[in-house]
């Protein structure tokens, strides 16, 4: 973007020289014009002054001078001379002027000139000058657009259809555009990611699979001998009651090794449900709001949010910005769902040395029930009936905050929720 903004800069800078240079050459051309006949006019004064009669002024080698009246100063008083002195006869210019010879005040000087026409020869083929110069600025600024902007992103744009049609093997195509170099290298990091975690999505069902024949095959064992002592109960098989309890006893026990390996299948379906990948680094507060204001402050605006930032020092905070900005991704969308609309508040504080950021949104705060159960995953609460979710948001939330080293947790308010951010001090 910078980059674009500089050609913008120069582009409109180079625009405004040509016009400035149209404009001082045009201004010279007139000056010069004007300069034609004046001169001659001062040239012919300059004779006059130094005691030149009018009646013998050579004006032959005038271009534009035509004629030289002179009014003595005695005649001044004269209405008859006067007007006529003044009285244009013909479609020349006139210029008048007081004689002053040996400081002496003669009379008046009227010089009738013809205005020199302009250059217009001149002036097209500078105009045409800048006008082909211009042109050449404007189809390399066209052709750098094309080369650099345009077919680049003609090339990237068959990249996110690849990407949704499963099309994850293979390298991404370096660009050498400037503008796309850090977007196709994005593309191309979330490929790799993309086919790295669709390969682990296979493992791990793989080894799910395997660990659910595994325990489907213990679990038979148990099973079987359940089945067994119990239709042999049922049959009156025993003769004394020691057999009996013994049988009813080795029910209980094979009950209590099927119980074990559900447990077993319940932990291992709940631990490793996302592979959540944090880079450990330091990054500071204000970029942190940047990111979240890009994304949810038109979207507040949007849906009539009132949203709050409350001052801050610009600290440094440790972590992984991208998963701090996933965790406000996951708290901005439950307010949009689950609160009332009105307002959306982001405060900071500290804490034994530890940089908290409380985010605050109105509504109605969630039962006993739910609030204990909140980080839970695949847990919805009572008020989700009808909003689209899988009860994973906080869940992810807590996952990230504590491999950040930090922590979150949950504020029920009078009017509203609230979910503190703990960040590592160390």
Partial sequence: MKKYNTILIVSVFAYLMFALTAWMGIGKLEMSRDNQYKIEINRAYHSLSTGTDVDKLDLRSCQYLKKVSFLPAASLEDESSTDAFYKADNQLSMDTRSLFVDGHFKGLLRFDYEEPLFETRSLLIFVQICLAVMGIFLVGILLYLKYQIILPFSRLSRMPKELAEGHLTGVVKEEKSRFFGQFVWGIGQLKDALYISRKRQFELEMEKKKMLLSLSHDIKTPLNNIKLYAKALEQNLYENESKRLHAAHQIGEKAGQIENY??????????????????????????????????????????????????????????????????????????????????????????????????????????????????????????????????????ICREIMRKMHGEIFAQREENGMAFVLVFSGE
């Fill in 262 to 395: 559900v447990e077993e299948i319940i932990r291992n379906s709940r631990e490793d449900i996302l592979d959540i990948e944090v880079k450990y680094s330091e990054f500071y507060v204000e970029d942190l709001i940047n990111r979240v204001l890009d994304t949810y402050k038109e979207k507040c605006r949007l849906r009539l949010i009132e949203l709050n930032i409350n001052s801050y020092e610009n600290i440094l905070l440790k972590g992984d910005l991208e998963r701090a900005v996933e965790v406000f991704e996951n708290l901005f969308e439950n307010a949009f769902k689950y609160g009332d609309g009105r307002a959306i508040e982001i405060s900071f504080y500290e804490e034994d040395y530890c940089p908290l950021i409380r985010v605050f949104n109105t509504g109605e705060p969630v039962t006993d029930n739910d609030f204990n159960h909140l980080f839970e995953s695949f847990y919805r609460g009572s008020n989700s009936g009808g909003i689209q979710g899988n009860g994973l948001g906080l869940y």
